[in-house]
């Protein structure tokens, strides 16, 4: 059973930085698309960004240009960098593993690292 794994997460300043971490202990993520999804209290989950098994990635626009994701398949890891942090940021966030290129519906969900975004 892939079970994916989440950390990172904390209270952050506005405008500052934090390194998100997915990971999924005894499974391999080399060829599945991993992607990253929020869902801020009182709202639907957001998909974010996605990285896939080639390393082809898409980003929300609501992300995009502040928001990094990459992968270290020698570490079995998954990183999402988040810079210039706003409150509209808050939320939890999860990573996902699909065999979708896109990362769209996927099948396995981690249970997510809460971002606080907060002076």
């Known amino acids: 059973q892939l079970q994916l794994v989440e950390s990172g997460g904390g209270l952050v300043q506005p405008g500052g930085s934090v390194r998100l971490s997915c990971t999924a202990p005894?499974?391999?993520?080399?060829?599945?698309?991993i992607g990253w999804f929020r869902q801020a209290p009182g709202k639907e989950h957001e998909r974010i960004s996605c990285i896939n098994a080639v390393g082809g990635r898409t980003y929300a626009d609501s992300v995009k240009g502040r928001f990094t994701i990459s992968r270290d398949n020698a570490r079995n890891s998954v990183y999402l960098q988040m810079d210039d942090l706003k409150p509209e940021d808050t939320a939890v966030y999860h990573c996902?593993?699909?065999?979708?290129?896109?990362?769209?519906?996927?099948?396995?969900w981690g249970r997510g690292t809460r971002v606080t975004v907060s002076s």
């Open positions: 005894g499974f391999a993520l080399d060829y599945y698309s």
């Open positions: 996902t593993a699909s065999m979708n290129p896109d990362c769209y519906t996927p099948e396995n």
